[in-house]
């Protein structure tokens, strides 16, 4: 059996961010004009109000103070709420394919790996620019990798089942130079205009190079364990897929874009996080205690914190569990990469840490890992 690593990482950050502050002036210009388009109708009683959005109930809800997006303009167009971000003609790469391009070249650098020699691209991301073909082989193409490639969406989980899906083809052999990616443009599925939820996501892309330890190129974390759940759940869910006819015909369906039963998901989740994690642990033999990190999914600040607790016995000492919620928001599938992308570096050989996502499905997965 060959011993799996993660010899590289690498995160694309879009360059345009917006903050809490410039969020709620959109969303309130937007509720504004809603009830003076309606005013009939909220006045007689038969239509409620939008009521205005809050910073600070963004900041103390979520632990979110900003994101970055894609584009930034057409989000913040309250006549529009939705980003411009133009469809590219066939010829052209796809928006995924470039974001996830440049998150592939950091980790392949660190990794001291050229594309060459890829023989495997799994785009790992909680929706697709398109159904076929996969997001993953243009990838494969643009940056001159050999082998194979696939999509696959396992929502906010995508990143850390699709570690285990690689690490597995490189214990067996199949494969010896893995990438997982993750382009997240959750601006584009994210319902603007929806109080409770316009402030959740931000875009990035992250990517991870795995491959067999023995040929790692320097200081790389051995992939101890993966583990991979799921259990059925409507709480957090997306209607839009193939099935749905022309964008006119169903604008507007609530349904075609992100939605969640917020509560719901943090009563749930929570337990079959921790109790994910401490199994994880105790079945390879590794105490709480050892634990040098927590790289969890970044969804919301509240929901980590107890996860860390519950999981380490006691509040987490800062630095134990990285938080980069309140610079990217929930980025999906990428928030637990971005953790481990920029809080890893300074571990010494022997320390331990977990890498844990968590979200649609429901899912989680957690991956085991140990500085060498
Ligand atoms: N601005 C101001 N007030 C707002 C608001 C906004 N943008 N959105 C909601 N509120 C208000 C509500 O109207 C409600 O007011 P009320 O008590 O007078 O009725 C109050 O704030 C609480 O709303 P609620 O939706 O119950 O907030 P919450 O404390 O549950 O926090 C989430 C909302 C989404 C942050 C929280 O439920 C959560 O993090 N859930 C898990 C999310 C998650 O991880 N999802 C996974 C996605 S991958």
Redo the contacts with the bound molecule.
Sequence with gaps: MIQPAITGSGVFTPEQVITNDELVVAFNAYADRINADNAEAIAAGKMDPV????AD??LS??GIEQRFVMDKDGVLDPDRMFPSLAPRDDDSPSIMAEMAVDAITKALAQAGRDPSEVDLVICAASNHERAYPAIAVEIQKLIGAGGFAFDMNV??SSATFGIQAAADMVRSGSVTCAIVVNPEICSAHLEWRD??????FGDVATAVVIEPEAQANGAHFTIHGTRCATEFSNN?RNNNGFLRRTHDQMEDRRDMQFM?N??K??KE?LPMVSAHILGHLDDAGWEADSLKRLWLHQ??K??NDFIGRKVLGRTPEPGEQPNILQDYA?T?SAGSIIAFSKYSDDMQAGDRGVICSF??GYSVGSVLVERA
């Design positions: 009521p205005h959005s809050s109930f963004i809800a979520s929502a906010c109080r409770d939820c316009h402030f959740i957090i969640q917020g509560r998901v943090f989740v969804a919301n509240t929901m929930n999906s979200g649609a």
